[in-house]
């Protein structure tokens, strides 16, 4: 059955009808063409579909779009400063290379930006812990902890 | 797409009690990192889902007029580790709860869920046990309290009667938390997104003169259900915590605890990880109530 969900969706409000089946994962990749949004594992395990629902990241496979109604949504498309710049934490993952094949970033962007809206200084081994919900398989890590670092990192500074 | 029937979304207990009435076969779902998926391995088909994510008064951590701690169910694992009141009073639930999946998975699972899901490997249930929770059971006609020692039935089984009641408090006695210390260990072969191989929670108390007036310890994953060690708590009270006893405690939780061969970890790997953990988790929870021991 379809159903009626307005939410806001990188702050524009948005009214659509959604079949109740649906992800949100799928809701924002079909309906609203929100590419950035990954189809990984579909379990909840791989983190490449992580989303910020009112500010906290969130598996969106496994959360039915209808659970969404009257909920702040937030992708990677709806990150960038009114300049048109980049955000610091996608800055910090081009100026320390931490992309290979780009599946995983889009959700560690996003765990990233609820890093940097808490307001509060990580160390390594606390944003190690911070990113273990998402998996890549190419970098090691590495490089995406020392883009993180460089933008919340309490010992980069 | 998911094999879903229909959804609804009660905004209040009593909503999603007469939703669950009216719909026969219909499955109570909050964060949905356990149902959602079942219905994804197909193990639920053509589901009937009533969402209690939006019911706010599932979501309060208080104190009771008698002091008492009580958790909604509702409550996500991040709002658990977060709370001050849970940080301050039972700091090992606060770890347990902690040690769930990922930080997006804690973000939206919830500690009712992990409960009423009734597996062997939940993390926050050992911890629970130890604690001495009393669970809320409501249906139409009322409440009813259930001690969470006796909620598990079997793998996945428990007394809730799924097609008619709700979770709806999750009661800590003041009691088992004041004067208290405790800790939860979980052992798997990863740090996120891993199920407990074995999971072991003490709750100890001291007297001034550091003998031990109140011991309880529970494990996840040892036998079919979450289980106490009644006869090895019963050896530990009215002693001195010492090596020695703490050897004696190695055995009696082997005689309490019945674990399995699993995909997951061996028998023999189980049966050591019950001695090695019951010994870590004695040892924290002694010293995080103020006692020693030199083992």
Request: glycine fraction near 8%; aromatic fraction near 4%; include cysteine.
């Amino acid at each position: 059955m379809f159903k009626t969900v307005r939410m806001t969706v990188n702050g524009k409000a948005v009214e659509l009808a959604v079949d109740e089946r649906e992800s949100l994962t799928d809701t924002l990749r079909e309906r609203l063409g929100l590419t950035s949004v990954k189809k990984g594992c579909e379990v909840g395990e791989c983190g490449a579909c992580t989303v910020l629902i009112d500010g906290v990241s969130k598996n969106s496979c496994i959360y039915l779009t209808v659970w969404a109604d009257g909920h702040e949504i937030i992708t990677v498309e709806g990150i960038r400063g009114k300049n048109g710049l980049l955000h610091p934490v996608q800055q910090a993952f081009v100026d320390e290379a931490a992309i290979q094949c780009g599946f995983c970033t889009p959700g560690l962007i996003l765990t990233g930006v609820e890093l940097v809206n808490s307001g509060k200084k990580y160390s390594r081994a606390e944003l190690r812990e911070r990113i273990s919900g998402h998996l890549c398989r190419c970098t090691g890590y590495e490089n995406i902890l020392r883009a993180l670092e460089k933008v919340v990192g309490s010992e980069s500074d | 797409m998911y094999d879903i029937k229909t959804t609804y979304n009660a905004k209040s207990v009593r909503e999603a009690l007469r939703l669950l009435s009216e719909n026969e076969g219909a499955v109570i779902v909050c964060g949905g990192t356990d149902v959602m998926i079942r219905i994804r391995e197909l193990k639920l088909r053509r589901a009937t889902l009533i969402s209690i994510l939006d019911i706010p008064e599932l979501c309060e951590i208080h104190l009771d007029t008698n002091e008492d701690l009580l958790i909604g169910p509702g409550c996500c694992f991040a709002a658990i580790c977060g709370n001050d009141l849970i940080r301050a009073h039972v700091p090992m639930l606060a770890d347990a709860c902690n040690q769930v999946g990922s930080p997006q998975i804690r973000n939206i699972a919830t500690i009712g869920g992990n409960i009423c899901n009734g597996a062997v490997s939940a993390d926050s249930v050992p911890a629970l046990m130890v604690l001495d929770a009393m669970l809320e059971l409501t249906g139409a006609d009322g409440s009813r309290v259930v001690p969470i020692r006796e909620f598990h039935t079997g793998p996945g089984k428990t007394v809730l009667k799924a097609d008619s009641e709700i979770l709806t408090c999750i009661r800590i006695p003041r009691a088992k938390y004041t004067d208290h210390g405790g800790c939860y260990l979980k052992f798997g072969m990863r740090n996120a997104m891993e199920i407990a191989t074995l999971g072991c929670a003490v709750n100890a108390a001291l007297t001034r003169d550091g003998t031990i007036r109140d011991f309880a310890i529970a494990f996840g994953v040892a036998a079919p259900t979450p289980l106490r060690c009644p006869e090895a708590e019963a050896l530990m009270v009215g002693k001195k915590a010492t090596p020695a006893l703490i050897r004696e405690l190695r055995k009696a939780v082997l005689l309490e605890t019945r674990p399995r061969d699993s995909w997951r970890a061996s028998k023999e790997l189980r049966l050591q990880l019950i001695q090695e953990l019951s010994e870590r988790a004695t040892v924290q929870a002694i010293e995080n109530c103020g006692g020693e021991i030199h083992v």
